[in-house]
T-cell receptor, first 112, second 112 residues
């Protein structure tokens, strides 16, 4: 079945440093979504990427979808303590409409 | 909009007891998902519905788990009998087909 791998598992940064998490799928995706989960909270939808090579920005967050639609990345510029949490990518395989396969997530810690 | 509503928020029960988790999706969303999250296994999709019809229940661990969606505004996940290894946070999420998923606050289940 479809697998989505995410690295790194953990990332510790100093406030102001940049952060990137990477997501790789074993199969071509119809689209990819990114979620953020604060400690003790629930996953919150951030964005969906659909097109090959697509790049989207949300303030300090930049999301990319690979040309082959099998990988994606999330980059945060100048992290803040409010960025703390787990970032998940989730892929739609296309054949199972609506079903997402989540990566394991990257736990981000930001030291002030 | 109230968002996805789940009840109860916390449930502590003894092994062998029946547990029923409830979910009210966002009005207008036609897809509903049940997930389980643990430290060891991460976020797992248990089952999802489209237009109240179960589409994929391949993630349901075993026959002790069952889920229903009698109408567009209500779904239940039942565990009978419960076991300690069922202890986890159970999330319900809803979406419009193919779009981002909105998660409820989750039910933290502890089976003693």
């Amino acid at each position: 079945g479809q697998q989505v791998m995410q690295i790194p598992q953990y990332q510790h940064v100093q406030e102001g440093e940049d952060f990137t998490t990477y997501c790789n799928s074993s199969t071509t995706l119809s689209n990819i979504q990114w979620y953020k989960q604060r400690p003790g909270g629930h996953p919150v939808f951030l964005i969906q990427l659909v097109k090959s090579g697509e790049v989207k920005k949300q303030k300090r967050l930049t999301f990319q979808f690979g040309e082959a639609k099998k990988n994606s990345s999330l980059h945060i510029t100048a992290t803040q303590t409010t960025d703390v949490g787990t970032y998940f990518c989730a892929g739609h395989g296309g054949t199972s409409y609506g079903k997402l396969t989540f990566g394991q997530g990257t736990i981000l810690t930001v030291h002030p | 909009d109230a968002g996805v509503i789940q009840s109860p928020r916390h449930e502590v029960t003894e092994m062998g007891q029946e547990v029923t988790l409830r979910c009210k999706p966002i009005s207008g969303h036609n897809s509903l998902f049940w997930y389980r999250q643990t430290m060891m296994r991460g976020l797992e999709l248990l089952i999802y519905f489209n237009n109240n019809v179960p589409i994929d229940d391949s993630g349901m661990p075993e026959d002790r788990f069952s889920a229903k969606m009698p109408n567009a505004s209500f779904s239940t996940l039942k565990i009978q009998p419960s076991e300690p290894r069922d202890s986890a946070v159970y999330f319900c999420a809803s979406s419009r087909s193919g779009q981002g998923q909105f998660f409820g606050p989750g039910t933290r289940l502890t089976v003693l």
